[in-house]
């Protein structure tokens, strides 16, 4: 693996989330600075298979870091799960001079820059960009504040329809593997009960947890369920709560991808300029297919091999908080 760069290649891979945009500026601004030369690569491995590589200046990335999204754009690429995918996408950024990557995305990009770093002599660094808060090694990912707030806001706005009529709404949030959104967002609007993936869902518990309420007249109700989670998702648990306590008019709203867009907080923009600039630094500095997140708020670095999703990790602490503060 050499030593040295020159010039750096930065893409946004998998889903988008907000805050992709600042950590692209940092990029390259930082990469300018050093005296790098920068190259954006669109649509993720896909745009580097075909070749759709842009030169990137300071004046490229002016006004982007309030706006959601990616400017560089997003995609999943197949081919480059093949070796002659990855093998093709090596033989474009050597035709550009590109010496090492900046690339920001979720655990399964990585899988991708690590086996590409491993086959090629092009070193890689990673940067977490998912909402779902799920890659271990950082307690930030760019993303998940701005959309755990989306969802705040949304399920503030049902409750209060939800008091006008006296009924019972099941939120369905995003996190197909990880309930950090609904955990965070349903403690936050006061939710009576949050079904997440990390937990099995005893939905008699929910059920016998509605009549509780009911006796002592509390008929206002909201379950906050990440889509992920075993039961089904929103609808099921809707019509099964239905099912069985037919007087309860329930109905169901699911978020979706509402939960991705918009401007990212200052939270989301902060992290993603910090560890954009990181990104570069370890690049220069040789500290190589690492990936860049935040511990304790101090930067933290740990071999992209390393690098996977969290599974099953929030507590019975976060549960028993929940039950006892929708009591």
């Avoid at 075909?50 to 400017?71: L, P, Y």
């Avoid at 500290?287 to 992209?304: A, E, Q, T, W």
Wanted: charge should be neutral.
């Amino acid at each position: 693996m050499q030593n040295k760069v020159s010039r750096i290649g930065v893409l946004t891979s998998g889903g988008d989330s907000p805050g992709m945009n600042a950590a692209i500026r940092a990029v390259v601004r930082t990469g300018i600075y050093h005296g790098l030369e920068v190259y954006g690569i669109m649509r993720g491995y896909q745009g580097m298979i075909e070749d759709d590589i842009i030169k990137m200046e300071s004046r490229s990335v002016a006004n982007i870091i309030q706006r959601g999204g990616t400017i560089l754009k997003t995609a999943r690429c197949k081919d480059f799960y093949k070796p002659e995918g990855r093998k093709i996408a090596y033989e474009v950024l050597k035709r550009h001079g590109i010496d090492g990557l900046v690339i920001i995305g979720g655990d399964g990009s990585f899988r991708g820059a690590v086996a590409f770093s491993q086959e090629f002599d092009i070193p890689c660094i990673g940067l977490a960009g998912t909402i779902d808060k799920d890659i271990h090694g950082t307690d930030f990912t760019i993303g998940f504040d701005t959309a755990v707030n989306t969802a705040v806001e949304a399920i503030d706005k049902i409750r209060d329809t939800a008091d006008a009529h006296d009924r019972l709404f099941v939120v369905e949030v995003m996190g197909r593997d990880a309930g950090y959104i609904a955990l965070y967002s349903g403690i936050a609007t006061g939710a009576e009960s949050i079904l997440i993936p990390e937990r099995k869902t005893d939905i008699e518990d929910v059920i016998t947890s509605l009549q509780e309420k009911e006796r002592r007249k509390k008929l206002v109700n909201i379950i906050v369920v990440a889509e992920g989670d075993g039961f089904g998702g929103a609808a099921e648990v809707a019509r099964v709560v239905q099912e069985k306590l037919p007087h309860i008019e329930t109905r169901v709203a699911i978020l979706g991808h509402i939960q991705r867009g918009g401007a990212p907080s200052c939270q989301d923009r902060f992290i993603a300029s910090r560890m954009g600039y990181h990104a570069v630094e370890s690049l220069i500095e040789g500290r190589h297919n690492v990936f860049v997140g935040i511990l304790n708020s101090k930067m933290s670095y740990i071999p992209l091999e390393k690098v996977g999703k969290k599974k099953g990790t929030i507590s019975s602490e976060w549960m028993k908080i929940v039950k006892i503060l929708a009591s």
